[in-house]
């Protein structure tokens, strides 16, 4: 039988994006393309067809399954020639070994020219496997296997079933943001979220050396080889925070002292932004999850920075975002118990509706601008991949 087995992929919600169509799907091919190297690709614009060169089809699956701007994987059989009987042969032979009793036929004809129509297809290929398969019947509302048809321009589909994929939009495809990424669990969520609307995101991280140790700066960095996974690996910007969170201890009230360090963290995160050309900050904050977050409280650290900030769980309960940092898999590293820079300066009692005056006013305690300055200078890049634990785990 001249049958070909093939992957082939739905786009999901790019469909639905008319002008930018040829733009994603292109940026979709190149990330595909950057986690795999063992295959050939072609599209158009309702498929995109993968070729698995040396047939390790499971690994291929795997891979696609972590990609975004997938809407669905489908494992299919192309068959070249379009002649109804082959067509009805293949159907039968692909069938002798799947296990079902019941079964429908769906027929999609992209190719409006070809005889006869779905409607004439779908009984022909129905009847057709009734009467060459023993004990079958047909059922449409609930059937153990659905046998899909497509009739393209030049070459007949055939397949049964689909893994369901990430959906979203292939990343890079939205543009850049900068990621506010601390070792706590809500961040990396929220840097999970923007990057499945297509946002390439890169990372930075506030330390506070020797107040905050390595082994937090290594949790961070586990955190962001987790995100390089949907990202296509992801640079982490590491400041130094100490001499800013230090002078601020020094010289300014207490309550104040979150409000103020995440107004310095969000100038900073700006300055970074425009130097990569990132059009957003992302952060974890949540409504009302501590003192910072409040409604005031994020309208006075906010109004430091003109570029917009994007907050995925804003609105998400602190259970909706544990399920989700499980499921991409950060949660056990997030609760690892390091310090973080904005734990150990915490006051005892933080101002909940802070004043944007008050703010203005204990800044001018402390000569910010050269110290932002020397921890922009200073920082580290490093970029972060998720190649190295493959490797790892291709040695175990
Ligand atoms: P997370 O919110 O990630 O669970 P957290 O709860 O300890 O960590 P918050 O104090 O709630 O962090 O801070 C809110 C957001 O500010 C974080 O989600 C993160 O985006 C950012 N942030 C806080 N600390 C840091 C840091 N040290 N470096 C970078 N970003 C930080
Ligand atoms: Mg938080």
Same mark, same amino acid.
Not at 229 to 247: A, C, P, R, S, V
């Given at each position: 039988?001249?049958?070909?087995?093939?992957? =082939?992929?739905?786009?999901?919600?790019?469909?639905?994006?008319?002008?930018?169509?040829?733009?994603?799907?292109?940026?979709?091919?190149? &990330?595909?393309?950057?986690?795999?190297? #063992?295959?050939?690709?072609?599209?158009?614009?309702?498929?995109?067809?993968?070729?698995?060169?040396?047939?390790?089809?499971?690994?291929?699956? #795997?891979?696609?399954?972590?990609?975004?701007?997938?809407?669905?994987?489908?494992?299919?059989?192309?068959?070249?020639?379009?002649?109804?009987? $082959?067509?009805?042969? !293949?159907?039968?032979?692909?069938?002798?070994?799947? /296990?079902?009793?019941?079964?429908?036929?769906?027929? +999609?004809?992209?190719? $409006?020219?070809?005889?006869?129509?779905?409607?004439?297809?779908?009984? *022909?290929?129905?009847?057709?496997?009734?009467? &060459?398969?023993?004990?079958?019947?047909?059922?449409? #509302?609930?059937?153990?296997?659905?046998?899909?048809?497509?009739?393209?321009?030049? %070459?007949?589909?055939?397949?049964?079933?689909?893994?369901?994929?990430?959906?979203?939009?292939?990343? !890079?495809?939205?543009?850049k943001g900068i990621l506010m990424l601390s070792?706590?669990?809500?961040?990396?969520?929220?840097?999970?979220?923007?990057?499945?609307?297509?946002?390439?995101?890169e990372a930075i991280y506030f330390e506070s050396p020797p107040h905050t140790? %390595?082994?937090?700066k /290594?949790?961070v960095?586990?955190?962001?080889? $987790?995100?390089?996974?949907? &990202?296509?690996?992801?640079k982490l910007h590491i400041i130094n925070f100490t001499e800013i969170q230090e002078e601020i201890y020094k010289n300014i009230?207490? *309550?104040y002292l979150i409000t103020i360090m995440r107004r310095m963290m969000y100038r900073i995160s700006a300055i970074i932004a425009s130097r990569v050309n990132a059009k957003v900050i992302v952060n974890?904050?949540?409504?009302?999850?501590?003192?910072s977050?409040?409604?005031?409280?994020?309208?006075a650290i906010n109004e430091v920075v003109k570029i917009p900030v994007?907050?995925?769980?804003?609105? =998400?309960?602190?259970? /909706?975002?544990?399920?989700? !940092?499980? +499921?991409?898999?950060?949660?056990?590293?997030?609760?690892?118990?390091? *310090?973080d820079c904005c734990?150990i300066f915490?006051?005892?009692?933080?101002?909940? #509706?802070?004043?944007k005056?008050k703010c203005e006013e204990y800044e001018k305690l402390i000569n910010y601008e050269e110290m932002i300055y020397k921890a922009v200078k200073n920082k580290e890049t490093i970029t972060?991949? &998720?190649?190295?634990?493959?490797?790892?785990?291709?040695?175990?």
């Amino acid at each position: 039988m001249d049958l070909e087995k093939i992957i =082939f992929l739905k786009y999901g919600e790019l469909s639905t994006k008319k002008d930018n169509r040829a733009f994603f799907i292109k940026t979709l091919n190149k &990330n595909i393309l950057h986690v795999l190297n #063992n295959v050939e690709i072609s599209y158009d614009y309702g498929r995109m067809f993968i070729k698995p060169k040396d047939n390790e089809f499971s690994e291929v699956i #795997n891979k696609l399954k972590n990609i975004f701007g997938i809407h669905e994987i489908v494992i299919a059989y192309v068959l070249k020639d379009r002649e109804l009987s $082959k067509i009805k042969d !293949s159907i039968i032979y692909l069938l002798a070994n799947k /296990e079902f009793k019941t079964f429908k036929v769906e027929v +999609k004809r992209s190719d $409006k020219n070809f005889n006869p129509d779905s409607m004439t297809l779908r009984s *022909e290929f129905g009847s057709c496997i009734l009467k &060459n398969i023993a004990n079958k019947k047909v059922d449409v #509302n609930n059937p153990d296997l659905i046998v899909n048809v497509e009739i393209r321009q030049k %070459e007949i589909l055939i397949y049964f079933e689909s893994i369901k994929g990430l959906g979203g939009y292939p990343v !890079s495809c939205a543009g850049k943001g900068i990621l506010m990424l601390s070792g706590g669990i809500d961040s990396p969520v929220a840097g999970y979220l923007a990057i499945k609307r297509g946002v390439k995101l890169e990372a930075i991280y506030f330390e506070s050396p020797p107040h905050t140790s %390595e082994r937090a700066k /290594e949790k961070v960095k586990t955190l962001a080889k $987790k995100l390089a996974l949907y &990202n296509n690996d992801i640079k982490l910007h590491i400041i130094n925070f100490t001499e800013i969170q230090e002078e601020i201890y020094k010289n300014i009230p207490h *309550e104040y002292l979150i409000t103020i360090m995440r107004r310095m963290m969000y100038r900073i995160s700006a300055i970074i932004a425009s130097r990569v050309n990132a059009k957003v900050i992302v952060n974890g904050e949540s409504i009302g999850q501590v003192a910072s977050q409040t409604l005031t409280s994020m309208s006075a650290i906010n109004e430091v920075v003109k570029i917009p900030v994007i907050r995925p769980v804003a609105c =998400f309960d602190k259970l /909706e975002i544990i399920a989700l !940092s499980k +499921k991409i898999d950060t949660y056990d590293t997030s609760i690892l118990p390091y *310090e973080d820079c904005c734990t150990i300066f915490v006051p005892d009692h933080p101002v909940i #509706n802070p004043v944007k005056q008050k703010c203005e006013e204990y800044e001018k305690l402390i000569n910010y601008e050269e110290m932002i300055y020397k921890a922009v200078k200073n920082k580290e890049t490093i970029t972060v991949t &998720n190649a190295i634990e493959e490797e790892y785990k291709s040695l175990l």
